[in-house]
């Protein structure tokens, strides 16, 4: 038998690799940022997924002898001016909020994604695409929403597409910058070389490379869309009432902030949790997906 010293390195074991998606959601999970904002989004999150078990009461039954009942045993948030369960309208609110902002994130993923390919590949398309882009840019995000709400009436489909055309150019920004960058690769370009076609490259080496700081902009806009959703309902622009939203809420309390200050701080604290646990989840998915912060660390 050889001595242990004399043995050849190709008799050592090679250590078993960390699967890459292991390893990424193994350093989400430490940080804290990342954990702090996916248990405040996932506590709203979760609240508005179980809205119709832990609430009993419709959150546009009306019972006027229980109007402005502050919060306690019987009414764990209070009433409103109607005597509607603040508790229920808040819940119900927050599964509409989840849902406009869910849908607002989709929109963009598939068309900012595509917008921003199709102009960071195709070189002949990138100067049309990018001064639509520059000119819906160029006004305020919530203004321009505003203005499109304004036009098209209030509902709550309207607030959701005009919050997507007002946030698809940013998106298609970010994911045309990652494309410029990477269709110049070596890899990509061997791809090409070997006879590939644009819209495999596109899908194959281009996009799924792109996905990091698509996914941290998604988390960011997430938060960007409940906020503005909660603007325009504020403003009458959003659900038609009686169909609760934190914002028509908010918008109805304002009348009564001296005798019932319930009604729009509560609604307030749970957009203000809503909004700090996404851009918590988004500052940690920036930390760990984003390669020049991991070299800084």
């Not at 179980?50 to 009414?75: C, E, H, Q």
């Amino acid at each position: 038998m050889r001595p242990a010293d004399e043995f050849d390195d190709d008799d050592a074991v090679s250590p078993v690799r960390e699967h890459p998606l292991r390893g990424t959601l193994r350093r989400l999970f430490r940080h804290r940022l990342f954990v702090t904002g996916l248990c405040l989004f996932g506590i709203i999150a979760l609240a508005a997924a179980l809205a119709p078990v832990i609430t009993d009461v419709s959150p546009t039954r009306l019972a006027m002898r229980f109007k402005f009942r502050p919060p306690g045993r019987d009414f764990i948030f209070g009433t409103d001016n109607f005597g509607r369960s603040l508790w229920s309208r808040v819940i119900w609110g927050a599964q509409l909020s989840m849902f406009i902002g869910a849908s607002v994130v989709l929109l963009n993923a598939v068309f900012g994604t595509l917008i921003g390919a199709l102009a960071g590949y195709f070189r002949w398309l990138d100067n049309g695409l990018m001064r639509v882009n520059d000119a819906l840019m160029a006004f305020p995000a919530i203004l321009l929403a505003i203005a499109i709400t304004a036009v098209l009436g209030p509902s709550t489909f309207n607030a959701i597409l005009a919050l997507s055309i007002v946030y698809i150019p940013r998106t298609a920004r970010i994911v045309r910058a990652s494309v410029i960058v990477l269709r110049e690769m070596e890899y990509v370009q061997a791809a090409v070389a070997a006879g590939a076609g644009h819209w495999r490259i596109l899908r194959r080496h281009i996009l799924p490379n792109a996905m990091a700081p698509l996914i941290v902009q998604l988390s960011f806009l997430f938060a960007y869309a409940v906020l503005s959703e909660a603007t325009l309902s504020f403003l009458g622009l959003g659900a038609v009432p009686p169909t609760p939203t934190w914002g028509n809420i908010m918008a109805e309390g304002r009348q009564y902030l001296v005798e019932a200050p319930w009604i729009i701080t509560i609604p307030g604290i749970a957009l203000m949790i809503t909004v700090m646990g996404l851009n918590l989840l988004g500052d940690g998915l920036r930390d760990v997906l984003d390669p020049r912060l991991r070299i800084q660390q």
